[in-house]
C-alpha cells in the first residue's frame, strides 16, 4: 500500500514527530510505502510530492514546523478541485490520506472522506488545543511553554518600571493558551474570547496592583473582545477559508488602560514565537503516538476518522465530529483564575 501525508493550516511544534511515527511504523511493520504531499491540501491539488521514507524522517523528532510545508489552501473553493486531487492521487498510486492539522485541514478530510468516497485519517494538530473530541492537541504544551517564559521574563521589567505590561498570545476563538500561560506565568488579568472584558474593570484590577506595590502583567488572546466593542483585526483580508487576520487588542487595550489609569502601559504580542522551536516533551511524545496509531488507522481501513488522546488512551472518532464544534474554555475553568485578578 501506499499512504500519502499532508501537513495543513498554521505550523506547530510536533508535526515533524508525527511524521516520523507515521513512517516508521508504517515501514518497519506493514511495509508501506510513503509519499509526502507539499504544503497542505496544495500538494495533492497540484500533484507536489515528496518521498518519505525512513532516512527521510531521520533525526527530524526535535525540529520544530513540518518538513512537509505547510498552507491554509482550501481545495473546496478551486474549480474542479475535488476531481484535480482524485487524478493526482490516482497518478501517485495512493491508496490512503493522512491529514495532520486542524480544524479547517480536517474540516476539509471531513468532507473528502463524507462526501467523495476518499480514505482519510486525520490527526489533530493545533497550538489553540480547541479541537473537540480530543483531549489535548500538540503544539500546545510548546506554546503555552513558551508564552509562561516569556511572562516569567516580562515581571522583572515590569516591576523595574512600575508599569503596565500587556502580553497578546494566540486564540481566534478559544482561550486555552492565554488561560494556561497566565495562570502558570502569575498574570494579574487575563483576558480571553469566551469571556467579554469590561475595560473599566480591568483597569480597576491595574490600579489595585499597584495599590499593592507590584506592576501588573495583562494577558490576553488575540481574540478577546471588550464588552462595548468588536473583535481588533490586524486587516480586513480573508484567507480561503474565511478567516480575517487578528492582531492588535493588546495594543489597543494598553492604550486605553494608560488612557484611563494614567500608568504607563507597554504592549508585548508574541504571535508567531509561540508556533517556532522544538516542540516540548509531552509534544513529542503525543504527536508519536498520534503518528503511530494514524498508521493502525489506515490499517484497518478505519477511514474518515480521526486519532485523539482520552485521558492516556488514543482511541478513534469521526473526523467530522471533532470538527462539528470547537472546544473552548469552560467559564468554571475561567472563573478558577480570576481569585488572582487585582
Known amino acids: 500500500m501506499r499512504v500519502g501525508v499532508l501537513t495543513g493550516g498554521g505550523d506547530c511544534p510536533g508535526l515533524n514527530a508525527v511524521i516520523r511515527g507515521i513512517v516508521r511504523k508504517g515501514v518497519q511493520e506493514y ?3 510513503f509519499v509526502g504531499f507539499r504544503d497542505g491540501w496544495r500538494g495533492p491539488l497540484e500533484g507536489d510530492t515528496v518521498r518519505l521514507d525512513i532516512p527521510a524522517v531521520r533525526g527530524i523528532l526535535p525540529r520544530g514546523g513540518t518538513v512537509l510545508g505547510s498552507s491554509r489552501t482550501n481545495p473546496l473553493k478551486v474549480d474542479g478541485g475535488i476531481r ?11 491508496e490512503a490520506l493522512i491529514a495532520i492539522g486542524g480544524e479547517d485541514t480536517l474540516g476539509v478530510a471531513a468532507r473528502m472522506s463524507d462526501e467523495y468516497g476518499l480514505p ?12 473537540s473530541a480530543t483531549d489535548y492537541t500538540f503544539g500546545f504544551d510548546t506554546a503555552v511553554g513558551i508564552a509562561t517564559e516569556a511572562i516569567d521574563r516580562l515581571h522583572t521589567t515590569a516591576e523595574s518600571h512600575m508599569r503596565v505590561l500587556v502580553v497578546e498570545v494566540m486564540g481566534r476563538h478559544a482561550g486555552w493558551i492565554a488561560l494556561h500561560s497566565g495562570l502558570a506565568g502569575g498574570a494579574n488579568v487575563i483576558l480571553i474570547p469566551e469571556q467579554r472584558f469590561d475595560v473599566d474593570q480591568v483597569c480597576g484590577w491595574v490600579t489595585s ?7 501588573p ?14 473583535m481588533v483585526l490586524k486587516d480586513e483580508s480573508l484567507d480561503s477559508f474565511g478567516h480575517v487576520r487578528l492582531s492588535g487588542v493588546g495594543e489597543w487595550l494598553a492604550k486605553e488602560i494608560e488612557k484611563r489609569t494614567v500608568k504607563e502601559a507597554r504592549t508585548t504580542v508574541l504571535g508567531h514565537v509561540q508556533r517556532g522551536g522544538t516542540p516540548s516533551a509531552f509534544d ?5 503516538r498520534f503518528g503511530l496509531h494514524a498508521i493502525d488507522a489506515v490499517r484497518d481501513g478505519d477511514f474518515g476518522r480521526m486519532v485523539a488522546l482520552r485521558g492516556t488512551d488514543i482511541v478513534r472518532v469521526p473526523i467530522s465530529e471533532a470538527t462539528a464544534k470547537l472546544k473552548t474554555v469552560d467559564p468554571k475553568l475561567y472563573n478558577e483564575a480570576t481569585v488572582f485578578f487585582g
Open 31 to 33: 511495509g508501506y510505502d
Open 84 to 94: 484535480r486531487i482524485k487524478d493526482n492521487l490516482a497518478k501517485q498510486e495512493v
Open 120 to 131: 482519510c485519517v486525520g490527526v489533530p494538530k493545533t497550538i489553540d488545543n480547541d479541537l
Open 209 to 215: 496592583r499597584f495599590r499593592a506595590s507590584y506592576a
Open 217 to 230: 502583567i495583562v494577558v490576553v488572546a488575540e481574540g478577546a473582545m471588550p464588552k462595548d466593542g468588536e
Open 284 to 288: 513529542r511524545w503525543l504527536a508519536t
